[in-house]
């Protein structure tokens, strides 16, 4: 029997596999509350997606998914928090608006091309706008994982994957070889 690798898991689970121009192109917003059904429609859609991903694979860091990741061209992201207590985050419209200084660098892996992980440097902090679905704007302070699972989804609205953020002469790594999985990501306090 042949070894389903993870990008094929992903792409059989209706996850837009890295080469299609969607991951490529800038998502646009919602006229919010003018479009309230298709952003709930989309929201929909992403969290039935992230509930199919995660019967199949566990993610100790959290997990996220971008709309262009389901073939839905809009900006709208889920983001699940590592702890399972904490709800899930809903991004509509999101926009970065302020990063920290400080930095760090941390492995990735996206949905969109899973068999390998690449360390991408990060702020630690972020301020992120973002529209409900009554057309109000949210600022929220975003740290370290958190901020770093929120950015990875922001990017992907703006048709950027996380390998344009590493530094040139970093390359992935196979994901046999990364060895935090299961794990979150590690801070100094």
């Not at 990008?7 to 299609?20: I, K």
């Not at 920290?100 to 972020?126: A, K, M, N």
Request: include cysteine.
């Amino acid at each position: 029997m042949t070894e389903v690798r993870p990008s094929e898991q992903m792409r059989n689970l209706g996850v837009v596999q890295h080469g299609a121009p969607i991951l490529t192109e800038l998502a646009p917003p919602f006229d919010l509350p003018a479009e309230r059904d298709a952003a709930e429609q989309a929201v929909d859609a992403l969290f039935a997606s992230m509930e199919r991903i995660a019967q199949v694979h566990p993610f100790a860091k959290g997990m996220g998914i971008a709309a262009p990741q389901i073939g839905i061209g809009r900006a709208a992201a889920v983001v699940q928090p590592p702890d399972e207590g904490a709800g899930a985050i809903v991004l509509l419209n999101p926009r970065i608006t302020a990063v920290s200084d400080d930095t760090d660098e941390q492995y990735e892996g996206c949905l969109s091309f899973f068999d390998v992980r690449g360390l991408v440097p990060r702020p630690l902090h972020i301020t992120v706008e973002t529209t409900t679905l009554d057309g109000t704007t949210v600022t929220t302070v975003y740290a370290r994982g958190l901020a770093r699972l929120v950015a990875h989804e922001i990017d992907h609205l703006a048709g950027k994957l996380y390998v344009s953020r590493m530094r040139p002469d970093v390359e992935p790594i196979p994901v046999e070889q990364y060895r935090q999985t299961g794990r979150t990501w590690a801070y100094d306090s």
